[in-house]
């Protein structure tokens, strides 16, 4: 921006740089509408980021589809939604519009401080969150990255606090960098556009521009954090109230699918085949797998187990972060008792 030129038309000229970016940079499809809530004689409703975080949320409404013909059940109970963004996610979910969706666990944490009615019921993931430069970047550490532009999701999402502690250990804070707060499908255009200097968030949104040649992970989750959890399946609790057995069939195929998942590279192809659908994410299934495959523990869903130290460490880090305004108890925003009465379901995939 020159001295002269005012910020609005800075803006405008900025958006107009990241969609022309777009399609070169990010072959990854657009977010559709998302579909309403559950009602009469309609599937619950559970929205999702096109991430490979949410991962275990497609594979568990295919597997249910697929039980269901076998059987002659009928459609499936449930059944995937597509959001954009997590802002959209969070309104959906606040106002009653979805009663069930993948969300970030310290968002869930505020939504319940402010008397917002929401449980969270399984984890849908672990690991799975990069940052990333462009390849010709002179950066090799964070500390290369003073005074550049670095995308985030959220200030609510675990990547933020996964780039806080990266920062940290560098001797920074995010007083020394630029935050622009993104939708994770935009953010590999803007890179490439040269928008932003690194980004940080979930895959594939890494994997996209990584494999197209123009970035690089400087840091990895799985590399700098094993136990990390960002996205988890939490529902409204008018939905507990009012059928917890659907609530508990979710939980069964979410922590099944999860399993099926880390079986072995034959089921992360299937997996990448699935999720690429305009069912679900609407990608090109190679960049699915090449998350699935670079390196194979990218992203983890074995090990969906609710723990509360580890919770208790998010909300800590999230006080910290200035994200929460204060502690807030594990019970008031953690329904345990679907993942303790979880039961075997087939994944028929």
């Known amino acids: 921006m020159t001295p002269d030129e005012p910020a609005t038309l800075h803006a405008l000229r900025r958006r107009q740089v990241l969609r022309s970016a777009l399609a070169a940079a990010a072959p990854l499809a657009l977010p559709a509408a998302p579909a309403g809530a559950a009602g009469a004689n309609k599937p619950l409703v559970v929205g999702g980021l096109p991430v490979t975080c949410n991962l275990t949320l497609p594979i568990a409404c295919q597997a249910r589809i697929a039980v269901n013909a076998k059987t002659g059940a009928g459609p499936s109970p449930f059944a995937y939604a597509k959001f954009s963004g997590w802002p959209e996610v969070k309104e959906s979910l606040m106002t009653g519009r979805i009663p069930a969706a993948y969300m970030l666990a310290p968002l869930v944490m505020d939504l319940v401080d402010s008397r917002i009615p929401l449980k969270i019921v399984s984890l849908g993931h672990r690991s799975g969150a990069v940052i990333m430069v462009r390849t010709d970047s002179p950066a090799r550490s964070f500390r290369d990255l003073r005074g550049k532009s670095i995308a985030i999701p959220s200030r609510f999402a675990v990547d933020y606090l996964f780039l806080r502690k990266m920062l940290a250990r560098a001797g920074m804070s995010p007083k020394d960098i630029t935050l622009i707060e993104m939708a994770p499908p935009d953010m590999p255009a803007a890179l490439y556009a040269r928008a932003v200097d690194a980004y940080c968030t979930g895959e594939p949104f890494g994997a996209a521009a990584q494999r197209a040649g123009y970035a690089?992970?400087?840091?990895?989750?799985?590399?700098?954090?094993?136990?990390?959890?960002?996205?988890?399946?939490?529902?409204?609790?008018?939905?507990?109230?009012?059928?917890?057995?659907?609530?508990?069939?979710?939980?069964?195929?979410?922590?099944?699918?999860?399993?099926?998942?880390?079986?072995?590279?034959?089921?992360?192809?299937?997996?990448?085949?699935?999720?690429?659908?305009?069912?679900?994410?609407?990608?090109?299934?190679?960049?699915?797998?090449?998350?699935?495959?670079?390196?194979?523990?990218?992203?983890?869903?074995?090990?969906?187990?609710?723990?509360?130290?580890?919770?208790?460490?998010?909300?800590?880090?999230?006080?910290?972060a200035k994200t929460l305004k204060r502690p807030v108890a594990y019970e008031r925003y953690v329904d345990e008792r679907f993942y303790k009465n979880i039961k075997p379901v087939p994944i028929p995939l």
């Not at 590399?223 to 507990?240: P, Q």
């Not at 195929?253 to 998942?261: F, R, V």
């Not at 690429?276 to 699915?288: A, C, E, L």
């Open 216 to 320: 690089r992970p400087l840091a990895m989750t799985r590399d700098e954090w094993r136990n990390y959890i960002c996205c988890v399946l939490t529902v409204r609790e008018d939905l507990i109230q009012s059928n917890p057995a659907l609530v508990q069939d979710l939980v069964n195929h979410i922590q099944a699918a999860g399993d099926w998942l880390d079986k072995g590279p034959a089921n992360r192809d299937k997996a990448a085949q699935i999720a690429s659908s305009r069912t679900y994410f609407g990608q090109d299934p190679k960049i699915i797998k090449f998350v699935m495959d670079n390196p194979e523990d990218r992203v983890t869903y074995g090990d969906l187990r609710l723990i509360r130290a580890e919770f208790d460490e998010l909300m800590q880090l999230s006080v910290e």
